[in-house]
């Protein structure tokens, strides 16, 4: 997909971002204060192909560039067609390295403060924490003199409509929306807590999640058929988002919803579970809006944080991150009276 959008400007600016699910959502403020001030510059995302839903309709960027792992060789100006003024690396791995290699344009890159998490992994009673991911993406910003407007993460959706696939399967009235899956199984809320969690609620749950976590939802939805509903692997990344965007309510694990829900300033929960919010990847609200996220997380284990990201399973076998999280009870807010709960 390539977005192209007229721009009279003379600065060309090239990001990239390749992954993950999650944190691509972490750079929109950067993408929005590039643009409004240095006076609309021309920016051209560099991402995976499966993100570039989220971004179709940002006002912001100028062209869209899936990057391909099978083209990997190729150079940032092999993809962006011309090489820009600049370049900024968000990513700051060996792909997005490789992209860059040969440039001849200055870089920018953000510091990812790996040795920190390194030392929360490996060093019980390390307390350091590291900063959050997106003021370190605007630290590397400061030669351009470019600063965060305190307007947090955000995701422009079509206006006024769903998606056009997704017209009769919207789901309207009360419900709290639930991130069921992760990439990895231990950031993933489990079948066995969100069997207590859902055992208890009293308003509808709708479960959001991937392909990989249907047969979770599913089972879910067979034992609890008058409460919850799954749409786990039935929606696109653009139906997902209106689903949170129109929940009254958010529970989530450190994943793509989690951010979701930053986006639209919703109320939500959040169970930590391998990893925690030390390693800089919390929802960002910016300073413009109430933190809205309340977290759950069992401190005091000496094997947590296990990973800055996950596992498939838990490597002591016990999984007391999870296992140990106490349920309790989605209520309304104080802030808003909810509409008509929905019924299955």
């Given amino acids: 997909m390539t977005l192209v959008r007229r721009t009279n400007s003379s600065l060309r600016i090239g990001l990239i971002r390749i992954s993950s699910l999650g944190d691509i959502i972490l750079i929109t403020p950067i993408i929005r204060c590039l643009y409004l001030q240095l006076e609309k510059p021309e920016l051209v995302l560099i991402t995976h192909p499966d993100m570039l839903p989220l971004f179709e309709h940002n006002p912001y960027l100028h062209s869209l560039i899936g990057y391909d792992r ?61 900063s959050h991911v997106v003021t370190r993406m605007f630290n590397a910003l400061r030669a351009l003199n470019i600063r965060d407007d305190g307007a947090g993460v955000e995701l422009h959706l079509p206006l006024g409509k769903e998606p056009e696939e997704n017209k009769e399967g919207v789901i309207v009235g009360a419900y709290v929306a639930i991130g069921i899956g992760s990439a990895h199984e231990t950031k993933a809320l489990s079948f066995e807590f969100l069997d207590r969690f859902l055992a208890i609620q009293t308003l509808p749950c709708v479960l959001l999640g991937g392909p990989n976590d249907q047969k979770k939802g599913e089972e879910l939805e067979t034992k609890y058929p008058n409460i919850v509903k799954s749409m786990c692997g039935q929606t696109t990344l653009l139906q997902t988002a209106f689903m949170v965007q129109n929940a009254v309510h958010v529970v989530s694990g ?35 809006k109430p933190f809205k996220a309340k977290y759950h997380q069992v401190n005091g284990l000496n094997c947590r944080p296990c990973s800055k990201t996950g596992f498939g399973s838990c490597p002591k076998g016990h999984h007391k991150c999870m296992t140990q999280i106490a349920a309790w009870i989605v209520q309304e807010s104080n802030e808003q009276k909810y509409p008509e709960p929905i019924t299955f």
């Fill in 70 to 130: 099978n083209d990997t060789g190729k150079s940032a100006a092999e993809f962006l067609g011309t090489m820009p003024d600049l370049i900024i690396d968000l990513q700051k791995n060996l792909r997005s390295r490789a992209l860059t290699l040969g440039a001849g344009v200055p870089i920018l890159s953000l510091n990812k403060e790996n040795i920190k998490k390194w030392m929360l992994v490996n060093a019980p009673g390390f307390k350091n924490k590291c």
């Fill in 254 to 288: 450190d994943s793509f919803i989690m951010h979701l829900a930053a986006c639209f300033s919703k109320p939500m929960d959040i169970v930590w579970a391998n990893t925690v919010p030390e390693f800089g990847m919390e929802p960002y609200f910016g300073t413009q």
